[in-house]
């Protein structure tokens, strides 16, 4: 039987401690985006391009999102808003489209202190 390492387990379960690095923003510029990182079904941490990270917590739990770890969008204009709806991107036999799910604000954050 193979060892399970809690810490790993734990980073599965609960997205790495952050605290807030300022005001919750309504909408991040889509050319901004460097990268994405799926924490689990309701958390996304947005990395851009200058360094900063933003933590969307989305409103529901979004049902696949942090199995698939992938999703779609249409931005408004060239932002991403609150009020835009992300899509699951599904795996495996070829890319299939999951639930659709609303952002929450996009709230600037850092490593928690001894994190």
């Known amino acids: 039987m193979a ?3 809690p810490e790993a387990t ?8 952050m605290v807030p690095a300022g005001d919750p923003v309504n909408c991040i510029q889509t050319r901004q985006i460097r990268s994405t ?12 391009t200058n360094g900063q990270v933003f933590r969307n917590t989305l409103p529901n739990r979004c049902p696949g999102l ?6 779609s ?6 932002q991403l808003c609150s ?6 991107v599904n795996q495996g ?23």
Not at 40 to 45: A, F, G, N, P, V
Not at 83 to 88: M, R
Not at 93 to 115: Q, Y
């Open 66 to 71: 942090g199995f698939s770890r992938a999703f």
């Open 10 to 17: 734990e980073a599965l379960i609960a997205p790495p401690a």
């Open 37 to 48: 990182v799926v924490q689990d079904d309701q958390t996304i941490d947005f990395r851009m």
């Open 93 to 115: 036999a070829g890319p299939t489209r999951g639930a659709s799910c609303g952002l929450g604000p996009f709230v600037p954050v850092k490593p928690a202190e001894g994190g």
């Open 3 to 5: 060892s399970v390492n």
């Open 73 to 78: 969008y249409s931005p408004t204009a060239s």
């Open 83 to 88: 009020v835009d709806i992300i899509t699951v």
